[in-house]
């Protein structure tokens, strides 16, 4: 246990002094709730089901920052923890894998909770967005949709080779969800068929699941159960896949 | 002595290539041990099988009673602290975090601050690792394989250059490792550095070990285990040294003549000059080193010792 509270304390210390991590988690989503609500502003109704524009689009940008979490941050940490022989030199010590891999889950899932807050909190002064219809069942939906897209880190950094190959596959991977999911833009201003081509991405998912508890106190089945389809098979192959050196 | 460490004929192969055949050592409690050779010798994959991170594909391993395969990693790293090659630290971590990081991992370790300060880096806690000259960052590796103070402690490659002010101060504080009971195996290609730091050592050649003894005992077994060279400025009959029991070999360019032989080397050499008359310049007498022991042994070297006069025959691969 001191062994997991040391390694999470100190890999958070070493996350927040990582200027690319930090941005993407806690700078660029709240960059977007400034820009797009000093552009579109909050007026009731200037997005569907009644609700202002900036209301409507937090629970994506939320969406966002679980993207960069898990498409960036996560498989950039493991792939340069191997490059740089940290793992190697973890293995040989008494410290256990699952600790390992345990506090980076915990240090990306605290970063989660810490943006999500810093995101509420700026809503709520900036642009007077209310609290999620069901506080509980949005909570519910952001460790579901964190801890889905956690598993794709872990994949992603089993998968790539170094540190530089996982910089590039992570962009890859996150810009076209960034602004195809409905993370950046929202989608009901989207053609039909561009809402209906989104459905391939896990991230649009993520981005329904919490617009739905947010603004709805819905649980959204569909997205939920994709989501989880995502994350298993995730967990699957990333444990089958994964090297220390 | 009991025994720290020992191998029963490992054999460790990857595909077709055989990275370590048939060794056999055993590594007593208490001692600085060298396993020594060039790169690609076999060293870092023994130590590997050591550390229970390969599977060896036949013979044995114990570390201190422990099979590394069959015991724990909380049970085995309780016991054995490692720096491999090749294994670093997150480039903003200060070296006060890596050290308070390493020491959580275990139940009890060293007093941290002695420690740093012993190890010279007590006035670099708040830097962090990329801030770090080379010798720091290995002696910080060094710390962390010892935060623990482990009865074992395995250090491959700890000291790639190291300068000879850093070289002794490392030799000092190996024996005050030493004298706190722990072993320590030294993985190093630099001969003269495990020269001055083991009390034996094993030299590996393409995955076999070619010799086991102390550098000393080693140096002796060489026919020629010393050597002086000198300058002349008027020509030097050589004919009536090759002759001589004490010469093994002796090769002249231009002016410079280097004569390879056994102990009582200098004396001879004078004495033929002083027969010729001849006064020589630059006269010095050298012992050989572990790295002419390695030449010999291997065959890579002058013919000026024989491969035969030691009890291990030069490489058979």
């Known amino acids: ?245 | 002595m009991p025994t720290a460490l020992s191998f029963q004929s490992l054999r460790k192969t990857y595909g077709s290539t055989v990275a370590v055949e048939d060794l056999c050592l055993e590594v007593e409690e208490g001692e600085i041990f060298g396993l020594i050779g060039p790169n690609g010798a076999g060293k870092t994959t023994a130590v590997e099988c050591a550390l229970g991170l390969r599977q060896p594909d036949a013979g044995g391993v114990r570390v201190l009673g422990m099979d590394p395969r069959r015991t724990s990693r909380e049970a085995f790293y309780r016991r054995v602290g490692a720096q491999l090659q090749d294994a670093g630290l997150p480039d903003r971590l200060t070296v006060q975090e890596a050290v308070d990081l390493f020491a959580s991992f275990y139940p009890t370790t060293m007093d941290r601050t002695p420690l740093l300060d012993r190890w010279g880096l007590s006035e670099k806690r708040g830097a962090s690792i990329d801030a770090l000259s080379g010798g720091q960052k290995q002696r910080l590796f060094v710390v962390l394989a010892l935060v623990h103070n482990p009865d074992l402690v395995v250090l491959d490659e700890i000291s790639t250059g190291l300068d000879p002010e850093a070289r002794r101060v490392t030799r000092d504080l190996l024996r005050e490792v030493q004298e706190s009971g722990t072993t320590v195996i030294l993985v190093t290609h630099f001969m003269d550095e495990a020269q001055a730091l083991c009390d034996r050592v094993a030299m590996m050649n393409r995955g076999r070990c070619v010799a086991l003894d102390t550098p000393a005992a080693l140096i002796d077994r060489l026919d020629a285990s010393y050597r002086v060279h000198f300058a002349a400025a008027s020509s030097v009959n050589p004919a009536p040294l090759r002759v001589d029991p004490a010469v093994e070999t002796v090769t002249v360019d231009d002016k410079h003549i280097r004569v390879y032989g056994s102990d009582n080397l200098l004396s001879t050499v004078v004495r033929h000059l002083t027969e010729q008359n001849i006064t020589p310049n630059d006269l010095h007498a050298e012992r050989a080193t572990l790295e002419d022991v390695f030449l010999a042994l291997t065959n890579d070297g002058p013919a000026r010792s024989s491969p035969a006069a030691t009890e291990i025959p030069a490489d058979s691969a």
């Open chain 1, 1 to 245: 246990m001191k062994a997991f509270l040391t390694l999470t304390w100190t890999e958070s210390k070493l996350f927040l002094r990582e200027p690319a991590a930090t941005f993407f988690t806690l700078g660029f989503p709240l960059l977007l709730l400034v820009a797009f609500g000093a552009i579109f502003g909050n007026d009731p109704a200037s997005a569907p089901g009644e609700v202002g524009y900036t209301t409507y689009a937090l629970p994506g940008y939320i969406a966002l920052t679980i993207g960069s979490l898990g498409l960036l941050s996560l498989p950039i940490t493991l792939a340069t923890q191997r490059d740089h022989g940290i793992l190697r030199r973890f293995r040989v010590t008494p410290l256990r894998p699952v600790t390992v891999l345990g506090a980076q889950a915990t240090v990306h899932l605290g970063m989660l909770t810490g943006s999500t807050l810093l995101l509420g909190a700026a809503a709520g002064v900036g642009y007077d967005v209310p609290l999620p219809a069901s506080p509980l069942l949005a909570l519910t939906a952001l460790v579901f949709g964190g801890v889905t897209f956690l598993a794709v880190g872990f994949l992603l950094g089993a998968l790539v080779p170094t540190a530089r190959a996982a910089q590039a596959v992570g962009m890859t991977l996150f810009f076209p969800m960034l602004f195809l999911s409905g993370a950046a833009i929202p989608q009901f201003l989207f053609p039909d068929w561009l809402r209906t081509a989104s459905v391939v991405l896990p991230l649009t998912h993520t981005t329904r699941l919490l617009q739905d508890a947010w603004l709805h106190g819905q649980w959204n089945g569909t997205a939920a159960l994709v989501l989880a389809g995502v994350g298993i098979g995730s967990t699957i192959a990333a444990t089958w896949a994964f090297q220390w050196t």
